[in-house]
């Protein structure tokens, strides 16, 4: 039987979603060598035959960052504009970035019914297959200015959810949430110096679920319970998961070998 590290070792289909925090400085402003590097990380792995689906928050940041904002807008409609504008920048600078590596990229912005329509989800899988096979990096994110669950903290709700609904939509064999956070904690370490990284979780139990904080960054939507809930939907679809410190985009080099990093959420193997 194969371990959860050959199964790291031998993932062809990858999800890798980037939190706000990892794509901002505290400003709100753009993190430009950060992205240059995600980008230089994940054209290598397309370049060695993996497909890649990257999966990206960031749009209400980098938003509030052109428009010189300080704080993140109060009103639905305010983030829905700020979306608007940050979506448009983000992509500018994917495409700029992914194509000094040799790679193209490719938009895909969705809404929860996808997963609830037949017809529609058919027509994402199609999509995603399809541009994966032509070598594009598909770049994801809900379509804020249309959908409101993002900014409402409904259906979706956050990009951790979003990703994993992905991961399940092509059958991806890992998804790796690179945050601002090394992993999966005993405690919160914020308040615990005795709080200990946990290296594996083999089930996503109802006192794990308690126990986990629902804060997130200013300029993020996510906590680790949002992950947690995540972990749990993509360990039940068979699916490996990773949270770790997307601090260094390299460290998915390290992830993909097995190393211990971060916190590793097996997907179930079945009989």
């Given at each position: 039987?194969?371990?959860?590290?050959?199964?790291?070792?031998q993932?062809?289909?990858?999800?890798?979603?980037?939190?706000?925090?990892?794509?901002?400085?505290?400003?709100?402003?753009?993190?430009?060598?950060?992205?240059?590097?995600?980008?230089?990380?994940?054209?290598?792995?397309?370049?060695?035959?993996?497909?890649?689906v990257?999966v990206?928050?960031g749009a209400v940041g980098?938003?509030?960052?052109k428009?010189?904002?300080a704080?993140k807008?109060?009103t639905?409609?305010?983030?829905?504009?700020?979306?608007?504008?940050?979506?448009?920048?983000?992509?500018?600078?994917?495409?700029?970035?992914?194509?000094?590596?040799g790679?193209?990229?490719?938009?895909?912005?969705?809404?929860?019914?996808?997963?609830?329509?037949?017809?529609?989800?058919?027509?994402?899988?199609?999509?995603?297959?399809?541009?994966?096979?032509?070598?594009?990096?598909?770049?994801?994110?809900?379509?804020?200015?249309?959908?409101?669950?993002?900014?409402?903290?409904?259906?979706?709700?956050?990009?951790?959810?979003?990703?994993?609904?992905?991961?399940?939509?092509?059958?991806?064999?890992?998804?790796i949430?690179?945050?601002?956070?090394?992993g999966?904690?005993s405690?919160?370490?914020?308040?615990?110096?005795?709080?200990?990284?946990?290296?594996?979780v083999?089930?996503?139990?109802?006192?794990?679920?308690?126990?986990?904080g629902?804060?997130?960054?200013?300029?993020?939507?996510?906590?680790?319970?949002?992950?947690?809930?995540?972990?749990?939907?993509?360990?039940?679809a068979?699916?490996n998961?990773?949270?770790?410190?997307?601090?260094?985009?390299?460290?998915?080099?390290?992830i993909i070998?097995?190393?211990?990093?971060?916190?590793?959420f097996?997907?179930r193997?079945?009989?």
């Amino acid at each position: 039987m194969q371990t959860a590290i050959s199964r790291l070792k031998q993932s062809k289909r990858i999800v890798v979603k980037v939190g706000t925090s990892s794509l901002t400085y505290s400003t709100g402003r753009i993190h430009l060598r950060q992205i240059d590097l995600l980008a230089r990380v994940l054209s290598d792995l397309r370049h060695e035959g993996r497909e890649v689906v990257l999966v990206t928050s960031g749009a209400v940041g980098v938003g509030m960052g052109k428009l010189g904002l300080a704080e993140k807008p109060k009103t639905l409609r305010e983030k829905q504009a700020a979306s608007a504008i940050g979506q448009s920048e983000l992509m500018s600078i994917y495409g700029k970035l992914f194509s000094e590596y040799g790679c193209d990229v490719a938009q895909i912005l969705l809404t929860g019914s996808v997963m609830d329509d037949p017809q529609r989800k058919e027509n994402a899988v199609t999509t995603f297959n399809t541009l994966l096979e032509w070598g594009i990096i598909p770049i994801v994110n809900e379509n804020d200015a249309i959908s409101t669950e993002e900014l409402k903290f409904g259906d979706i709700g956050d990009n951790d959810t979003l990703s994993a609904m992905v991961a399940k939509l092509i059958q991806a064999d890992l998804l790796i949430l690179l945050s601002d956070i090394d992993g999966l904690y005993s405690a919160d370490p914020r308040k615990d110096e005795n709080a200990q990284l946990v290296e594996e979780v083999d089930e996503i139990t109802e006192d794990l679920l308690q126990t986990a904080g629902s804060a997130g960054t200013s300029r993020g939507t996510g906590g680790m319970l949002t992950k947690l809930t995540a972990a749990k939907s993509i360990m039940e679809a068979g699916i490996n998961m990773v949270i770790a410190n997307g601090q260094n985009p390299g460290i998915v080099y390290d992830i993909i070998e097995g190393k211990r990093v971060g916190t590793l959420f097996k997907g179930r193997i079945s009989d």
